[in-house]
């Protein structure tokens, strides 16, 4: 059963396959249908949603829009189904959760088990994704909660958490930086390090720290995976910089070979970790549950 209004449905397949004639062959109507629908939402809105080509439509800047909110009341209404067909809204069992590599490490997984403990018949999605994505996700509604970091105001989503984040070198066990309670950008850079690359938003605030310091920096290993980076520094290739709150941990400073030293520059105060969820959106009793799990664990583990 389809509770959209048939025009934002053809609108969604459209959008889904970038053609008329694909979108009418799968939902099993005629493609003049599907044309007069889509004609009407878009003389109902004012604007184009797509645009046109000789071998298939594209969508306009407000039919990505456009796109993010029929998404979302997608699913919505499949999740409303469920709830009135099974009349167990509240006993809902997954949740979909989008996260940044760090954040998979051990904030997310951790929280998982924590509440698996309570409600061992929830299941758990959890997509690792860069932070742009995390935040689409949950925007378009394809994640109930999305752990993630941020520079700058956020459009969109409910934030239901914001701390700064700490960051941190990853040297190894032994190594002479190991027992200092705090080091600068110079310290870091005296050695050779793996940093992520500059299109993260650690990156961009390490670039400007070490612009403003006066330091020239050329990395001996650039990576956005955690794996290898952990990798580099455990095998005594250098230093790495990590600024998730996932891989800071809770107190367990050398169960992976490394030891963590924060990293004491303003430029960093600048970048937020946080939960989102999306505005506007009911949760399901347990994603809203998880959520608010996601928030303590957060601000429990903001201080490296």
């Given at each position: ?6 025009n ?5 397949e459209?959008?889904?396959?970038g ?8 939902l ?5 249908a ?6 009407k939402?878009?003389?109902g809105?004012?604007v184009?949603l797509f645009a046109?080509?000789?071998?298939g439509?594209?969508l306009t800047?407000?039919?990505s829009?456009?796109?993010a909110h029929?998404?979302r009341t997608?699913?919505?209404s499949?999740?409303l189904?469920?709830e009135?067909?099974?009349g ?8 979909a959760?989008?996260?940044s ?9 951790r929280?998982?088990a924590?509440f ?12 690792v994704v860069d ?23 956020q ?6 958490c914001a701390v700064?984040?700490?960051v941190a070198?990853i040297v ?10 705090r080091i600068?950008?110079?310290d ?8 992520a690359s ?5 990156r961009?605030l ?7 310091e ?9 990576c ?11 095998a005594?290739g250098?230093?790495a ?6 891989d ?5 400073r ?8 924060p ?9 937020e970790?946080?939960?989102?969820t ?10 809203a549950?998880?959520t608010?799990l996601l ?6 583990d903001r201080s490296?």
């Amino acid at each position: 059963m389809q509770l959209l209004p048939v025009n934002l449905a053809y609108f969604l397949e459209v959008a889904r396959t970038g053609s008329v004639t694909e979108a009418a062959n799968a939902l099993s109507v005629a493609p003049s249908a599907i044309s007069r629908q889509i004609a009407k939402l878009e003389s109902g809105i004012g604007v184009p949603l797509f645009a046109r080509h000789p071998r298939g439509m594209t969508l306009t800047e407000a039919g990505s829009r456009l796109l993010a909110h029929a998404r979302r009341t997608q699913t919505e209404s499949t999740a409303l189904l469920e709830e009135l067909r099974t009349g167990r809204g509240a006993q809902a069992r997954s949740v979909a959760v989008a996260c940044s590599e760090g954040f998979a490490r051990r904030l997310v997984p951790r929280t998982v088990a924590g509440f698996r403990r309570e409600h061992p018949g929830m299941t758990f999605r959890v997509d690792v994704v860069d932070r742009q994505e995390a935040t689409r996700r949950v925007v378009e509604g394809l994640a109930d909660v999305a752990v993630t970091y941020t520079m700058g105001p956020q459009h969109d989503v409910r934030v239901e958490c914001a701390v700064v984040v700490p960051v941190a070198a990853i040297v190894p066990l032994g190594h002479e930086l190991a027992g200092r309670d705090r080091i600068g950008l110079a310290d870091l850079c005296a050695y050779p390090l793996a940093l992520a690359s500059p299109g993260t938003s650690q990156r961009e605030l390490f670039d400007i720290g070490a612009q403003l310091e006066g330091i020239t920096v050329r990395p001996a290993l650039v990576c956005d995976s955690l794996g290898p980076q952990y990798e580099f520094v455990r095998a005594g290739g250098g230093l790495a910089l990590v600024g998730d709150l996932g891989d800071l941990g809770d107190g367990e400073r050398d169960t992976e070979g490394v030891a963590y030293v924060p990293v004491d520059h303003p430029v960093f105060r600048q970048r937020e970790a946080q939960v989102q969820t999306a505005t506007g959106r009911r949760l399901s009793w347990p994603a809203a549950q998880f959520t608010e799990l996601l928030v303590e664990a957060l601000r429990r583990d903001r201080s490296p």
